[in-house]
C-alpha cells in the first residue's frame, strides 16, 4: 500500500539529504563530550525519553521535585527533545499523574538549556489532550508553535549549540503532544483498552486538535518487533499501513516502538523496508528500541545503514513498559552516544554529564544504572580521582 500524503503536510524533500559517512570515520568518543564540537552532516538526533518512558512503570512515587530536576538537569546536556510526562489515565499509569505541574513548571520556568527544547507529552485521547491544552491556553506565550523555521526538530547539524555553556538559549520551549498505536490488538487491548483501529479513531481528535493549536504531533507504534502477547510474527506491512494512517491524520513522525526488545538485526531491516515500500520517508522516522535482549544497538546500527537519524534512548537504561511484562529500559543514552560517537556521527551530547545524570537518577529511584559506558566512564574518572589524589 502506498502512503497518502496529506496535501497540507509539509515537505522534507527539498532538505539537504544526509547521508551516512560516518562508518569510516571513528573518533575517540572521549574526545568528543564536550558541546564546543564543529557541525558535520552526520547529525543524529537523540531523543531523551528517561522522564516519561523511564520512569512511567516505577512502583514507588518518585517525587516531583526528582521528576523535576532530572529535566532540568537533562536540559543541560544539549538536548534538543525530552519527552517529559504523559496525560493519560492516572488509575491505569498512576506514576505520570503529575505531568500537568510538569508542563505548567516548564512553561513557568524553562529549564536552563544551550539548544530550544521541545518537551513531548503522551496524550491517548481527547481527554489528555484537553488536559494538556488547558494548561497551554493558560500560559499562552510561554511555549512555541511548531513551525520549520523555528523548529529544533529535523535532524539537523544546526540545532547543534557552538556557544559555550555560558550562552544559554533564552527562546520558550515547544510543547508536542504524542500518540501511541500498537501494531497487535492484543497489545492495543492491554495498553488502551481498546481496538486497534477504534485507537486510531481517537488519535485523529488528538492529532487534528494539538495541530490546530500549532503543536507537532509525534505518533508511536509499539510492539513493532514483537509482542509480548502474540510474540515474534508482528506483520512489518500491518505496522506500515498504521503508520500510514497516522501520517494521513497529520502525524508529523512515527516513532517505531520494540517495545519488548524482541527486534533483531533482520527483522529491524526487514520493518524498515517495509516501511520504505509504504511511502514513509526516513526522515519520518524515529527508532524507539528497548534492550531487553541486549539488540538495540545492533538494531541501531541496521537502521542507522537505512538512513535513519533519530533515535530515542533514556538516560541510566530507565523504563520499561507497564503492559509488556519482563520489559527492560530503553537503550541508555550513555551507550547510544558513545556508540554513535565510535562511528564519526554528532549528537551534540555531553556525554560525561549524561554519565553523571544516569547515576544520580538511578540512585534517587534505587535502581541499578544499567548503562555499561555510563559505568565505565564514572569508574574512570574514579580510577583517575585516586590516581591524581595519590600523587597530592
Ligand atoms: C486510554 C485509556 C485512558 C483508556 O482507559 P479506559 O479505562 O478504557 O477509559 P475510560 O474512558 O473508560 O476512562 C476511565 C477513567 O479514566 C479517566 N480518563 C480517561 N482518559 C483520561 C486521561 N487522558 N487523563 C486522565 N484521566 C482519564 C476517565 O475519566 C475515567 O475516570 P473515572 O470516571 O473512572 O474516574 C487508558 O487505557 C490509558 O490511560 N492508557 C494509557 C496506558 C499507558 O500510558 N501506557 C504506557 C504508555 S505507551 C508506552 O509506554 C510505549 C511507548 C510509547 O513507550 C513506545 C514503546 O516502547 O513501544
Known amino acids: 500500500m502506498q502512503c497518502l500524503r496529506p496535501l497540507a503536510r509539509r515537505s522534507c524533500i527539498n532538505r539537504r539529504p544526509r547521508h551516512l559517512r560516518a562508518f569510516a ?12 564540537h564543529q557541525a558535520t552532516s552526520n547529525y543524529v538526533k537523540i531523543v531523551e525519553v528517561g522522564p516519561r518512558d523511564g520512569l512511567q512503570n516505577e512502583k514507588k512515587t518518585i517525587p516531583l521535585t526528582t521528576k523535576i530536576e532530572l529535566i532540568e538537569r537533562l536540559a543541560r546536556t544539549g538536548l534538543t527533545d525530552i519527552e517529559a510526562g504523559s ?65 529544533p526538530y529535523e535532524p539537523d547539524e544546526s540545532n547543534i549549540s557552538n556557544e559555550s555553556a555560558s550562552d544559554s538559549n533564552t527562546a520558550p520551549p515547544f510543547v508536542e503532544m504524542s500518540v501511541f498505536a500498537a501494531a497487535t490488538e492484543s497489545f492495543s487491548q492491554k495498553n488502551l483498552n481498546c481496538s486497534v483501529d477504534k485507537s486510531l479513531e481517537r488519535f485523529k481528535d488528538v492529532i487534528v486538535g494539538a495541530k490546530a493549536m500549532g503543536l507537532r504531533v509525534k505518533a508511536y507504534i509499539s510492539v513493532v518487533l514483537g509482542c509480548p502477547f502474540e510474540g515474534y510474527d508482528v506483520d512489518p506491512r500491518r505496522v506500515a499501513e498504521i503508520a500510514c494512517d497516522l501520517m494521513e491524520m497529520g502525524a508529523d513522525e512515527i516513532d517505531l516502538g520494540d517495545t519488548t526488545g524482541m527486534g533483531t538485526a533482520p527483522r529491524t531491516g ?28 545492533v538494531n541501531t546500527a541496521v537502521s542507522l545503514e537505512h538512513g535513519i537519524r533519530r ?17 527492560t529500559g530503553n537503550v541508555s543514552t550513555e551507550d547510544l552516544v558513545y556508540f554513535m ?23 534517587e529511584i534505587g535502581k541499578p544504572n544499567s548503562s555499561s559506558v555510563g559505568k565505565a566512564l564514572l569508574g574512570k574518572r574514579l580510577a583517575e580521582d585516586m590516581k591524581h589524589a595519590s600523587k597530592l
Open 87 to 151: 496525560f493519560v489515565a492516572p488509575k491505569w499509569v498512576p506514576q505520570m499523574a503529575d505531568s500537568n505541574e510538569i508542563l505548567e513548571y516548564i512553561l513557568k520556568y524553562p529549564p536552563t538549556s544551550l539548544n530550544p527544547i521541545a518537551y513531548s507529552f503522551l496524550a491517548p485521547n481527547a481527554r489528555g489532550l484537553d488536559n494538556a491544552l488547558s494548561i497551554l491556553r493558560a500560559n499562552p506565550k510561554s511555549y512555541q508553535a511548531f513551525s520549520e523555521q523555528s523548529s
Open 25 to 36: 570515520s571513528a573518533v575517540d568518543p572521549a574526545a568528543s563530550h564536550s558541546h564546543q
Open 341 to 363: 560517537e565510535s562511528l564519526g556521527m554528532e549528537t551534540g551530547l555531553d556525554l560525561n554529564a549524561l554519565s553523571d545524570i544516569g547515576d544520580w537518577i538511578t540512585k
Open 270 to 297: 526487514e520493518l524498515l523496508r517495509a516501511m520504505q515500500a509504504a511511502g514513509i520517508r526516513n526522515e519520518d522516522l524515529t527508532m524507539h528500541f528497548h534492550d531487553t535482549y541486549g539488540q538495540a544497538l
Open 311 to 327: 533515535f530515542d534512548a533514556s538516560v541510566g537504561g530507565l523504563g520499561g513498559c507497564p503492559y509488556s511484562p519482563g520489559a
